[in-house]
Nanobody, 129 residues
Framework: QVQLVESGGGLVQAGGSLRLSCAAS????????MGWFRQAPGKEREFVAA????????YYSDSVKGRFIISRDNNKNTVALQINSLKPEDTAVYYC??????????????????????WGQGTQVTVSS
């Protein structure tokens, strides 16, 4: 059974940092397209970052680019999201997701929730002013 388990969330002051981790079982992160999404109460789930299984090419939403870094640890079979310079608007539940789409297709749709096959249960990030 495929499982994605997020951890590392918490309560942080604005300007602080967090490092989220997604531990995968039942799949190998080095062969999957991995993404991070977030969802605030009453809001739609939105794309944050993604990394492809080969070459390490990454994608970021405009709102987080320059502050967030996605990375993969093949030995631990985990995907991390380093979050720096946190803002109150970053407050949300952060979800890890995985898919095995075609590279060309994925390059056009990585930001859409419906292209991902597997999802974790999320970890809460709260940023105070």
């Amino acid at each position: 059974q495929v499982q994605l388990v997020e951890s590392g969330g918490g309560l942080v002051q604005a300007g602080g940092s967090l490092r989220l981790s997604c531990a995968a079982s039942g799949l190998t992160v080095s062969t999957y397209y991995m993404g991070w999404f977030r969802q605030a109460p009453g809001k739609e789930r939105e794309f944050v970052a993604a990394i492809i299984p080969s070459g390490g090419v990454t994608y970021y939403s405009d709102s987080v680019k320059g502050r967030f870094i996605i990375s993969r640890d093949n030995n631990k079979n985990t995907v991390a999201l380093q979050i720096n310079s946190l803002k109150p608007e970053d407050t949300a539940v952060y979800y890890c997701a995985a898919t095995r789409r075609n590279s060309l297709y994925y390059s056009r749709t990585y930001y859409e929730t419906n292209v991902y096959d597997y999802w974790g249960q999320g970890t809460q990030v709260t940023v105070s002013s």
